[in-house]
């Protein structure tokens, strides 16, 4: 099977590749799709969902929402629905893919999708989001955020994913014990970063780091290697083709852990941002990973 861009963009900005047979620029999933993924993700939260008229109506912790092309909005918005981007739901590989085998037809997939990025950027509606964490402003968010340790350093994150982060410490240190790579890596750990309250870098968006769903894991040294896709791109022109051999990359055992609790990985993004985790469940179900 070939690697085709999927046009979904993640919360950490990034855009996800997969491994199908679609066309080459790939297809949304559809709303009912999406929804029932959502509702085992976080279950309990969303119930009722109906379609009338070609419009899809769920009710998500007492409050009616509407997909509305790709977008999640509240009742009184549904119509406004050309104002907001789409909301990010994406196929998410299994595997990494190996940019450096692309075409040149995908270069240029690629380099038009980028341009249209770099010309539209539209604010995504957080209305949903804001409501899945209950964090509407950075007083709420203050509220709901636990200060921990993970790993030997202290990182502030919100109270709902913390006992996930707490097992996936524990199997990467009972691993540890018999893995040199992934000892070496979680000892040389710098630093954490989790909950700051922002938006995604050059958009109006909010990011997964403001309600401190999205964690950073940042070595000592990253000896030389590319990180973040930003930092990358003004360097080099095809810096989207750069092989993993020059991208910094955790263990593939902490990769591994994250996603055994639903967190996706921003290294498997075009756009790619390799020292990123954040939780979103439902797009693991969705990918059949799940």
């Avoid at 750990?189 to 997964?208: P, Q, V």
């Avoid at 756009?271 to 469940?281: A, G, Q, S, V």
């Amino acid at each position: 099977m070939s690697l085709l861009l999927v046009v979904l963009s993640g919360t950490g900005g990034g855009v996800a590749w997969a491994q199908t047979n679609a066309e080459p620029l790939g297809k949304p999933f559809s709303p009912p799709v999406v929804l029932e993924a959502l509702k085992a993700a976080y279950p309990g939260l969303l119930s009722n969902i109906a379609s009338t008229n070609g419009d899809w109506w769920f009710t998500f912790r007492d409050q009616e929402f509407c997909w509305a092309n790709g977008r999640l909005l509240l009742r009184p918005l549904s119509k406004k629905w050309i104002s907001y981007a789409p909301q990010p739901f994406y196929e998410y590989p299994a595997t990494a893919p190996e940019v450096a085998l692309w075409t040149r037809e995908k270069e240029l997939a690629v380099e038009a999708l980028l341009a249209e990025r770099k010309k539209a950027n539209v604010l995504r509606n957080a209305a949903f989001f804001d409501t899945l964490w209950r964090i509407h402003s950075l007083n709420q968010a203050d509220d709901r955020m636990v200060h921990l340790q993970l790993f030997g350093h202290q990182v502030t994150m919100h109270q709902d994913v913390v006992a996930s982060l707490k097992r996936i410490e524990t199997v990467l240190k009972e691993q540890a014990s018999t893995n040199e790579a992934l000892a070496t890596f979680l000892k040389n750990l710098s630093r954490l970063e989790g909950f700051n309250w922002r938006n995604i870098a050059g958009t109006e968006s909010r990011s997964n780091h403001a309600y401190g769903t999205a964690i950073d894991l940042i070595p000592n040294s990253f000896g030389g290697r590319a990180v973040y896709w930003l930092w990358a791109a003004s360097e080099l022109k095809h810096w989207y083709k750069w092989t993993w051999q020059q991208r910094w990359l955790p263990p593939d055992a902490v990769v591994t852990a994250f996603e055994d609790e639903g967190w996706v990985w921003g290294g498997k993004w075009m756009l790619f941002d390799t020292i990123h985790f954040e939780y979103r469940p439902e797009i693991l179900i969705l990918s059949g990973l799940r």
